[in-house]
């Protein structure tokens, strides 16, 4: 065959071959599919791919293949997070300024997600997606088995549903835990029985099932999948086998764990090595119970490993479908990392609990704090009881929470960087055109409504049911995927618990508490925030300072406060 003949019968494969190919195109949606995946009280250095020695490799794999951003923002906590997220509004816009339980009389600080606002599922259901969701919920007051359930995930957006309406518990006995619109047990659920149930699993087996079903019932569709995951809230629960994988992993306390991490990701450009180090929380060799301490981490790091296994089988489950370079995965937290001390100290109505007659299979956990196993065990908390199994209750501590978040300084509550940094890796074959990258420019939760209604091509709507919805409060990410300037005008704000910060370009002014004062820090040349420059530049504080009231005025924060009733009340 000569050369011409050669080119022809070359120009005809190649010919038929992109008549195949846009025949497949044309059968895939026009638009990606979008997973979001959220961990819950997790660290700034909690991933390999941030300088972490807990194994991640299936997020590592997602940031060698997409992008990390080195400066997301959160809301500091759980509701808050969760509210903003869903609805690209900051949290008191969407009633959510403080948490679920607590309602008051004021608009920003309900304890339920605002009716006014319109979370993803909302937006994007009526530009043809389907909206499934698996985890926590945690944006109602109504989480018990016979109230109103117009707040639920069915009633805002979702399609399907598997997870808990309650914000914590037992890993092993989850409190509120749901399908679709019905309460139900692990126990007692005729569809779902596992040989052992642990409730990351859980997550990541309905969030696997909602993939294939969605394959085979609707692949014309694009899906938008809201994944969140409880791990590693506390308490400390994880398998045996996988905890005894980190024994010894953390006998030597916080500093070494924590010097390898600030050295790791000094290395991989994740933090500036000018920037110092934050002090210490804790020291190690003035802790009596040792084994228990390392213990602790032990549990939690193998409770990151375990939501990373499962990362890796939602990511495989959208390669079988042939759907994965088509799909937008967005990975992180919802607050920095937890000093809270729950189950830390021996509580003596617990420690000396007799056992009790297991629980009705069929009768609804609502404990966030259960006292007994579903079989009757009473469950222990304190030194006298090691962390791990299903008979323990226990939170991993300051001493611990300082090295998830190195080298940042505070913790969830907080709106220093500690309590609102968290990573973010984005991965998305077709759309995001760099590959293991770090992106600097600053992003927050308010952005990601933005990027979904852009890629998705729906309608942000201006009403509700006759009622003005408020626009998104957000810029796209969009840019950021080709390495290009994000299109923000205005400063990002925080308040939660009268901690409160704005972040204008370089700067962030922040506050601890409602007596607080401002300080001021250059995030290029202090990320760690140990050179206070408010003395030196006052007439930047003052009107960053404004910037803040002015935002907090408009935005349902005031009075300041007002996320305590009777304290807002006294005043």
Known sequence: MNRFALLFVAGVVFAFTEIAAGQARATKPA?????????????????????????????????????????????????????????????????????????????????????????IGEV?????????MTGKWHLTSTARPKAPRDNWPIQRGFDRYYGTIQGGGSYYDPAMLCRDNTPITPEGDPEYKPEKFYYTDAITDHSVKFISE???????????????????????HAPAELVAKYKGKYDAGYTPIRAARFERMKAMGIIDPKWPLTPAAWKWEEQEHKEWEARCMEVYAAMVERMDHGVGRIVDALKQTG??????????????????????????????????????????????????????????????QMAGPDDSFIAYGEGWANVSNTPLREYKHFTHEGGIATP????????????????????????????????????????????????????????????????????????????????????????KGQEGAWELYDMEADRTEMNDLATREPERVKTMA???????????????????QKAAKKS
């Open 214 to 236: 969605h394959h085979a019932k609707q692949a014309e569709k694009p899906l938008f999948m809201y994944v969140a995951y409880t791990s590693p809230h506390w308490p400390m």
């Open 124 to 132: 994007l259901r009526p530009a043809g997606y389907a909206t499934y």
């Open 424 to 511: 973010l890796v984005a991965h998305w074959p077709t759309g995001i055109t760099r590959r293991g990258e770090l992106e600097r420019q600053p992003g927050h939760l308010i952005d990601l409504m933005a990027t979904f209604v852009e890629v998705s091509g729906a309608t942000y709507p201006a009403e509700k049911s006759g009622s003005a919805v408020p626009p998104m409060a957000g810029v796209s990410l969009t840019p950021a995927f080709d390495g290009k300037p994000l299109n923000r005008k205005l400063p990002i704000f925080w308040e939660h618990e009268a901690n409160r910060a704005v972040r204008d370009g370089k700067w962030k002014l922040v506050a």
């Open 323 to 384: 759907e994965l370079d088509d799909t937008l995965i967005v990975f992180l937290g919802d607050n920095g990392a937890c000093a809270e001390k729950m189950g830390r100290d021996v509580h003596e109505d617990r420690a000396t609990a007799a056992a009790t007659q297991p629980r009705d299979a069929r009768q609804i956990q609502t404990a966030v704090f259960p006292k007994f196993t579903p079989d009757g065990r009473p469950i222990r908390d304190g030194h006298i």
């Open 546 to 564: 404004a910037q803040w009231q002015d935002w907090a005025e408009k935005n349902q924060v005031l009075p300041l406060g007002s996320w305590n």
């Open 31 to 119: 638009r990606p599919n979008i997973v979001v995946i959220l961990a819950d009280d997790f660290g700034y250095s909690d991933l390999g791919c941030y300088g972490s020695e807990i194994a991640t490799p299936n997020i590592d794999k997602l940031a060698t293949q997409g992008v990390r951003f080195t400066q997301f923002y959160n809301a500091a906590r759980c509701c808050p997070t969760r509210a903003s997220l869903l609805t690209g509004l900051y949290p008191h816009q969407a009633g959510m300024g403080w948490m679920t339980g607590n309602r008051t009389e004021f608009p920003g600080y309900s304890g339920e997600l605002s009716h006014d606002a319109m979370t």
